[in-house]
């Protein structure tokens, strides 16, 4: 894994339209094998569009990291700093002020370029700069990168949650981190 120059930016609502497009050339790389091309198109529309992206943009509680190389958005993550909506989700932290990594996305050719840890190195630093005492997440059961990329960033199991896309209910890991 070489050194990487991208730039880390805390997007704005002119970024709503390329995160979006991010957001809908990604997303099907986290989903299970068994999620039907419908459900995840649904999901991309329902919740992954720029109108929702303008709404995360704008509330207080979300913030959006960019990452930037030579111009283009080739990665992005969700923060959430709030207190678990899902109380199934609650049950399992144990450190809190905590903040929820919602979502946490880098372009396909340049998965394994070091530019996913640059991302979780902002997002961690920044957590524990503003006093936060945990990270959480949600992954897929089946998605064994994304867990094996949590684990070398410090995260551990702690509990399992349902995640609906479109029609259906997966699997997914619940997993945090001390700050
Ligand atoms: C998750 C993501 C951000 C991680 O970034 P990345 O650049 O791929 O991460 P890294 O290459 O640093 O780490 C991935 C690790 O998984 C390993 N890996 C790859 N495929 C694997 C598999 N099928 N099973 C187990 N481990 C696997 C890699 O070898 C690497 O481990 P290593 O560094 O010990 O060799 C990126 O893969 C991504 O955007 N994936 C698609 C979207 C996604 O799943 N997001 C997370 C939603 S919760």
Redesign the pocket.
Same mark, same amino acid.
């Given at each position: 894994?070489g050194s990487v120059t991208v730039q880390i930016d805390t997007a704005g609502i002119w970024d709503s339209e390329a995160i979006a497009d991010v957001a809908a050339a990604?997303?099907p790389? #986290?989903c299970p094998p068994d999620a039907s091309q419908d459900d995840i198109a649904a999901f991309i529309d329902d919740v992954l569009s720029a109108e929702h992206f303008a709404e995360y943009l704008t509330d207080p509680r979300h913030t959006i990291l960019k990452v930037t190389e030579n111009g283009a958005i080739v /990665?992005y993550a969700m923060i959430v700093d709030d207190e678990p909506a899902d109380p199934a989700v609650a049950q399992f932290i144990t450190a809190r002020p905590t903040t929820e990594i919602n %979502?946490?996305?880098?372009v396909?050719d @340049?998965? /394994?370029? /070091?530019? #996913? #840890?640059e991302?979780m190195e902002t997002i961690i630093d920044r957590a524990h700069a503003a006093g936060r005492a945990s990270l959480w997440? /949600?992954? $897929?059961q089946k $998605?064994? @990168?994304?867990? @094996?990329?949590y684990v %070398?960033h410090g995260f551990t199991q702690a509990g399992t949650r349902s995640f609906v896309v479109g029609s259906r209910r997966h699997d997914d890991f619940v997993m945090q981190r001390a700050l």
């Open positions: 894994m990604t997303f790389l #986290a /990665g %979502k946490l996305y880098v396909p @340049r998965h /394994g370029s /070091g530019i #996913a #840890a991302l997440l /949600g992954v $897929n $998605n064994m @990168r994304a867990q @094996r990329f %070398k």
